[in-house]
């Protein structure tokens, strides 16, 4: 009777080890989900592959590397950076940057695409936040997988936060969590924190290519201020300036930021001090950023519908118009890819040394009318 009880044990104990151990193999391979990179299909004008680490070496093998796509037209002319993925919780920015890289020709010049800036950051969810991990549309390759992000870089890659982050070299003083802001890193240095190699890596990028024109693609909440919006510097309010006026003629309308002085770290104002290139930063309103959001879940990115911002916009809290349509990604691309073709457009028509000719992108009216699927 003792051997048949201390067999019985002994088999209760390796099933309980057995059921441990196979739901540490199922959390695994999710967690190991979070870290894979979505598969492109680049389009055929593609000419080159790099990655950060090519400017800045300490980034090889981390998850601050990421891939740099090149595409080059047959004419000289100028360089365009556009970047996506600065806050992998604002899909249009980096969805816009995948459209990009699986449609685009560039007939003059060279155009850049980084779709995931902070590469760290699309590795984890913001926590206390309930969003989806992934999202999916159904394009003409089939069934594509998103990931949705954080903000900020991966705690696994940097940490602890300080109480009070000091930007190098202002000085200012920030939330500790914004050390691992992306966004508010800028210039970056070398042998800072990991953030700080990242954005170190991208200014030090700018400047050896020699980028005439560079791009920062985001999203914010409906009803932050800043939002549906072109942010210029001193050296690029004219382009944004006339770009904007073009675009509202199109029934397209954008509020024009200028980029504020005495607050550092933003691509748009360290670009400005630490590179030739004339730097642009672009807002659309996405709602699953929002606080006033009701259910949080992947279709509220794809149709940016809510019931609980219908009630803000009839309370007149909201920065946009926001009514039973919603706000869907296809509306948030289209306006990101509309009013960078408006912007190459008119450097090129003021640059004409420089003119960079892109072709093949959806204007705002097709993407309307086919969806983004049509283009994946």
Request: neutral net charge; aromatic residues 10%; hydrophobic residues 35%.
């Amino acid at each position: 009777m003792k051997s048949f009880l201390k067999l019985k044990k002994n088999w209760f104990a390796l099933l309980s080890i057995l059921i441990a151990a196979a739901a540490s193999w199922g959390v695994s391979l999710q967690f190991r989900q979070m870290l894979a990179r979505e598969k492109l299909f680049p389009a055929p004008s593609l000419t080159q592959v790099l990655h950060l680490h090519d400017y800045h070496p300490a980034l090889k093998g981390t998850h601050g590397d990421t891939k740099i796509y090149r595409f080059e037209g047959k004419e000289p002319g100028g360089k365009v950076l556009l970047l996506g993925g600065t806050h992998p919780n604002e899909p249009a920015g980096y969805m816009s940057a995948y459209l990009m890289i699986e449609n685009v020709q560039v007939a003059r010049g060279t155009l850049y695409i980084i779709p995931r800036a902070n590469n760290s950051a699309f590795t984890h969810t913001d926590p206390q936040e309930g969003n989806p991990q992934f999202f999916t549309i159904r394009g003409k390759k089939g069934l594509r997988k998103f990931r949705y992000g954080s903000r900020d870089t991966n705690p696994i890659d940097q940490w602890p936060d300080p109480d009070i982050y000091l930007h190098y070299p202002s000085g200012q003083e920030l939330a500790g969590n914004e050390t691992r802001n992306l966004n508010r890193n800028y210039p970056g240095r070398p042998d800072g924190t990991f953030t700080e190699q990242v954005a170190y890596a991208i200014v030090k990028f700018i400047q050896s290519e020699k980028i005439d024109l560079a791009f920062d693609l985001h999203e914010a909440s409906p009803e932050y201020p800043v939002v549906n919006a072109i942010v210029s510097s001193e050296s690029s309010q004219d382009i944004a300036t006339e770009a904007a006026l073009e675009l509202a003629f199109e029934d397209l309308h954008y509020s024009l930021e200028p980029s504020p002085y005495n607050f550092r770290g933003l691509s748009h104002r360290e670009w400005e001090n630490y590179t030739d290139a004339l730097p642009i930063l672009m807002e659309t309103a996405n709602p699953i950023q929002g606080r006033l959001r009701g259910k949080t879940d992947a279709r509220l990115i794809l149709t940016g519908w809510d019931k609980m911002y219908l009630k803000a916009a009839k309370l007149g809290v909201l920065s946009v118009p926001y009514d039973s349509s919603g706000l869907p990604l296809k509306v948030r691309v289209g306006r990101h890819i509309e009013a960078f073709q408006k912007i190459v457009e008119i450097f090129s028509r003021d640059h004409p040394d420089k003119a960079v000719r892109i072709l093949n992108l959806p204007s705002y009216s097709e993407l309307m009318e086919k969806g983004i699927e049509e283009f994946f």
